[in-house]
């Protein structure tokens, strides 16, 4: 005797397999972060009726929710901002960026392997909105990346807004450090923009030091025109306790990575957009 299962049934459960808190959940006393990335590959066509054909769609998973990113949404009380402007961590997590890079995503990455160079490492706003269902919550954040040439991209992640030039995903203003201490970087010259209780200055944006031994970051909470605050400084590499700048170390400023994801290859040529639907889920009950 044949077994038949309706195909609802069929497609209720897989659309809960997908859609499982546990995909890609940071556990952290109950609470739980599950993520879940789609993307559509678009190209142009030529025809004015029809510009946009959509060549590819594909489910991505689950990403990994950053140690930094959990960091800095630990300090949302703290943060500074200009009157009337956001300053929470998930506001500010809304901005799409790729790459090419194929090593595997780790709550440690501060980063994306390997940096687009063909419209990708330039950070595209998303539209932000949240979906609500009885005790199942969502934060959703769509942005679309045009491309400018040719790549296989294999990377994707979410960045908090930055004060960075021009949105970029680093900087190198004020390198390199000049002093540092297990909470503070020192940087030359007077380069940075002080934060205050109206001004965001360098707030919510990462130093990693890119020279000298056990290479390190730190979130910064505060900072004056050359002296960065932060909790503390951590090993790029493992996460774990990391070492104060010294003189004459260089460094690279970043904004916060939220959640980082790799996946097959998706080629793109000039003039292709890809379209990231990310859906970031948190449980409650713990």
């Not at 970029?168 to 934060?195: D, K």
């Amino acid at each position: 005797m044949r077994l038949r299962i309706p195909l609802p049934f069929l497609r209720r459960s897989v659309h809960l397999m997908l859609s499982s808190p546990d995909d890609g959940a940071v556990h952290t006393s109950g609470l739980v972060f599950g993520t879940r990335l789609l993307v559509d590959h678009f190209r142009c066509t030529g025809n004015p009726k029809d510009p946009r054909r959509l060549v590819d769609r594909r489910d991505l998973g689950s990403g990994i929710v950053t140690n930094v990113g959990v960091m800095a949404l630990a300090n949302d009380f703290g943060w500074a901002a200009p009157s009337g402007a956001a300053k929470n961590t998930l506001k500010l997590a809304n901005n799409h960026a790729s790459g090419t890079g194929t090593t595997a995503p780790a709550a440690t990455d501060i980063k994306l392997a390997t940096a687009s160079t063909a419209g990708g490492q330039v950070p595209t706003a998303g539209t932000q909105t949240l979906v609500s269902a009885a005790n199942l919550q969502k934060y959703k954040t769509v942005g679309t990346i045009a491309y400018t040439g040719s790549e296989a991209v294999s990377e994707w992640g979410l960045v908090t807004s930055s004060t960075l030039p021009s949105g970029a995903l680093s900087s190198s203003t004020g390198s390199p450090f000049t002093a540092g201490s297990a909470t503070s970087g020192t940087t030359t010259g007077t380069s940075l923009t002080a934060s205050s209780a109206t001004v965001q200055g360098q707030q919510s944006s990462i130093f990693e030091r890119t020279s000298g031994s056990n290479l390190s970051y730190g979130l910064v909470v505060s900072n004056t025109t050359s002296v960065v605050t932060v909790p503390a400084w951590y090993l790029v590499a493992t996460g774990a306790a990391g070492q104060a700048p010294a003189n004459a170390e260089t460094y690279l400023i970043r904004p916060v990575l939220w959640d980082r994801k790799t996946f097959s290859a998706i080629s793109v040529i000039s003039g292709d957009d890809l379209q990231f639907t990310y859906l970031l889920t948190i449980s409650s009950g713990g």
